[in-house]
């Protein structure tokens, strides 16, 4: 329905009220070049949550929908970024919550001082190198989204803001509605926990 790719934008730095002013004056190409701004870091977010390609791109497919019914009611004097990842982020945990998924809790997280800086897979892993000719990379990435799958609802969504979507705290602090220091802390307790689910693997010790 919605194919980011199908058109070729003629004005990229427009903005967001822009494209939605241009989208409900039925130029549809505005709403496409809105799913094209937005396709990758929302996509990327929601499978982190989900760790289910098919379905991440069904409830990515849902945003959008909303976004486009929405659009007559939306404020235009910011981005609509938030909105969005706040949408995706409902939409993920309305799904676990209907497939019965159950997270891990809190109380089983410990804290950990360290630094804010966004990390990667390697990061992680850092406290429990695998032997290179024993683990490929891919079989980590496997791990570590099963790992992030296993968080609670708010840990995971601060990991696959920062992670997968690159957002700063602040911003996460915005769609997730919680201060910039919650953000940050949710963020450090839960790189403990995959640390750990990495580390309790046989093959990563």
């Not at 939409?91 to 360290?114: K, M, N, V, W, Y």
């Amino acid at each position: 329905m919605f194919s980011p790719g199908h058109f070729q934008s003629s004005s990229p730095q427009m903005t967001d009220a822009q494209l939605a002013q241009l989208t409900l004056d039925n130029h549809q190409e505005a709403f496409e070049q809105l799913v094209r701004k937005y396709h990758m870091p929302l996509f990327n977010f929601i499978y982190r949550f989900l760790g289910d390609y098919d379905m991440a791109c069904d409830i990515e497919q849902q945003v959008f929908l909303r976004l486009y019914t929405s659009l007559p009611h939306l404020r235009r004097g910011e981005p609509f970024k938030a909105w969005l990842f706040q949408v995706a982020r409902n939409s993920c945990i309305d799904e676990t919550r209907r497939q019965h998924r159950h997270a891990i809790p809190f109380s089983h997280l410990e804290t950990e001082d360290g630094d804010d800086d966004a990390f990667s897979i390697e990061h992680i892993a850092q406290s429990s190198p695998a032997p290179d000719e024993l683990l490929e990379h891919q079989e980590l990435k496997s791990t570590l989204q099963q790992a992030i799958v296993s968080l609670p609802p708010n840990f995971r969504a601060v990991v696959a803001l920062r992670y997968a979507a690159q957002l700063k705290f602040g911003e996460i602090g915005e769609v997730l509605h919680m201060p910039e220091s919650t953000a940050k802390t949710y963020f450090t307790r839960a790189k403990v926990h995959l640390r750990r689910m990495l580390g309790q693997r046989s093959d990563f010790m």
